[in-house]
């Protein structure tokens, strides 16, 4: 398991720095005539208009919102290969221990566990090596190593929801510094043409809509990652209850 994470960070990694080469590319290319854009949105469909869009809002805001897209997927994908991982059959394994333990195996009951991965696994190993002891030790140690393999089980997850608040505040910025712009064009101007005035929202308003889009897209992952880590922490709760009981029997016998 800790060699997938390996290789899933370097694959995350490399999409990132793959991005990172690829925003001045856009960012250098000139903005093209509406009939141009046209043209190319009709040959290249989707794509192109997502791309000339990307070109007509502000370089500088638009690549900030990519680069928070790009981020917090990297790390909405660590963490849902992470999770998808984790889980395991737990009433299955359960049931084996219970087996090992009431042939009194219990060695034989450490080593399934080490052999299975998650935190179910890891934290009926850790009640199984404190097995001599008496309950009360053993359930406290049992819910403070829960408390541990809960706090890995979350690793990372504030990081998502960073950026879910700083993409749409990054959209809010560039529309603020856009509308701005847009009244210095029409100070030098002299004039207040609606010309002038729809080409300075145009730009301020592309960022926000882009801002929200990117928030909605990583809000959706954070959602999934969270509703996977309760029912990982549910299969623990539930193992922790069943792993007591077979201890319990195993000193009543």
């Given at each position: 398991?800790?060699?997938?994470?390996?290789?899933?960070?370097?694959?995350?990694?490399?999409?990132?720095?793959?991005?990172?080469?690829?925003?001045?590319?856009?960012?250098?290319?000139?903005?093209?005539?509406?009939?141009?854009?046209?043209?190319?949105?009709?040959?290249?469909?989707?794509?192109?208009?997502?791309?000339?869009?990307?070109?007509?809002?502000?370089?500088?805001?638009?690549?900030?919102?990519?680069?928070?897209?790009?981020?917090?997927l990297a790390f909405c994908i660590e963490r849902i290969s992470y999770l998808t991982l984790s889980e395991i059959n737990a009433k299955k394994l359960m049931?084996?221990?219970?087996?090992?333990?009431?042939?009194?195996?219990?060695?034989?009951?450490?080593?399934?566990?080490?052999?299975?991965?998650?935190?179910?696994?890891?934290?009926?190993?850790?009640?199984?090596?404190?097995?001599?002891?008496?309950?009360?030790?053993?359930?406290?140690?049992?819910?403070?190593?829960?408390?541990?393999?809960?706090?890995?089980?979350?690793?990372?997850?504030?990081?998502?929801?960073?950026?879910?608040?700083?993409?749409?505040?990054?959209?809010?910025?560039?529309?603020?510094?856009?509308?701005?712009?847009?009244?210095?064009?029409?100070?030098?101007?002299?004039?207040?043409?609606?010309?002038?005035?729809?080409?300075?929202?145009?730009v301020a308003l592309i960022t926000t809509i882009f801002g929200i889009v990117v928030a909605l897209i990583l809000q959706l992952f954070y959602s999934y990652i969270t509703s996977k880590i309760e029912h990982l922490t549910s299969q623990?709760?539930?193992?922790?209850?069943?792993?007591?009981?077979?201890?319990?029997?195993?000193?009543?016998?």
């Amino acid at each position: 398991m800790e060699m997938n994470q390996v290789k899933l960070k370097r694959y995350v990694l490399t999409l990132v720095l793959g991005f990172l080469m690829l925003v001045p590319t856009v960012q250098a290319q000139e903005p093209l005539a509406d009939d141009d854009v046209t043209e190319l949105a009709a040959e290249g469909g989707l794509h192109m208009q997502l791309k000339q869009k990307f070109i007509d809002g502000s370089p500088l805001f638009m690549s900030m919102v990519a680069l928070a897209l790009v981020f917090g997927l990297a790390f909405c994908i660590e963490r849902i290969s992470y999770l998808t991982l984790s889980e395991i059959n737990a009433k299955k394994l359960m049931r084996d221990i219970d087996a090992k333990v009431a042939e009194n195996d219990v060695e034989g009951a450490k080593q399934l566990c080490r052999d299975t991965r998650g935190p179910v696994a890891s934290v009926c190993y850790q009640g199984l090596m404190h097995i001599n002891e008496n309950m009360d030790d053993i359930e406290r140690s049992i819910y403070s190593y829960g408390s541990v393999q809960t706090a890995k089980l979350e690793k990372g997850t504030s990081w998502i929801k960073l950026f879910i608040a700083m993409a749409p505040s990054l959209g809010f910025l560039g529309t603020v510094i856009g509308m701005v712009m847009a009244f210095e064009q029409i100070q030098i101007a002299g004039d207040i043409g609606p010309t002038i005035v729809a080409r300075g929202m145009k730009v301020a308003l592309i960022t926000t809509i882009f801002g929200i889009v990117v928030a909605l897209i990583l809000q959706l992952f954070y959602s999934y990652i969270t509703s996977k880590i309760e029912h990982l922490t549910s299969q623990m709760e539930e193992s922790v209850v069943t792993l007591l009981d077979i201890i319990m029997k195993y000193k009543r016998g």
